[in-house]
């Protein structure tokens, strides 16, 4: 039997995910995606490093139960020349909270476009933390 959360439940465990990742990062990789998000990083690049505002992302449950919605649009220049394939999402302290595929369409974060080029701006303009029921 799979276990299924309760809309305020869904809404509170979305709100303690993002809540950590106020002042954190997104940081965008080119390379393979690690197998979970404790997993080191070996031979990928940073191709941006976003740090994130204060308060990142909104209430979750705003929109739909258990997604919170970033807050604002996040730019970055790039640091890196690469294909972006993967993100993670870090803590101030660089405590790796989450990751995710990258694309243009249909994957966990989606870019206009994902070659990305040094001193190029990078720009997140929806992202969404979807909590599983």
């Not at 739909?64 to 220049?77: F, L």
């Not at 405590?95 to 995710?100: D, F």
């Amino acid at each position: 039997m799979t276990l299924k959360l309760a809309e305020a439940a869904r809404n509170a465990a979305s709100d303690a995910v993002v809540d950590l990742l106020d002042l954190g990062h997104l940081i965008i990789y080119d390379g393979t995606e690690p197998a979970t998000p404790e997993t080191g990083i070996t031979t990928q690049n940073v191709l941006a490093d976003i740090t994130l505002p204060a308060t990142a992302f909104g209430a979750a449950g705003a929109t739909n139960p258990g997604e919170a919605e970033k807050a604002g649009t996040w730019t970055v220049a790039a640091t890196g020349t690469g294909t972006a394939t993967f993100y993670r999402l870090t803590t101030s302290a660089s405590g790796v909270i989450a990751q995710g595929s990258v694309g243009t369409s249909g994957e966990d974060l989606n870019l206009s476009a994902t070659a990305i080029t040094t001193g190029g701006d990078v720009t997140i303009s929806t992202f969404v933390h979807t909590q599983p029921m």
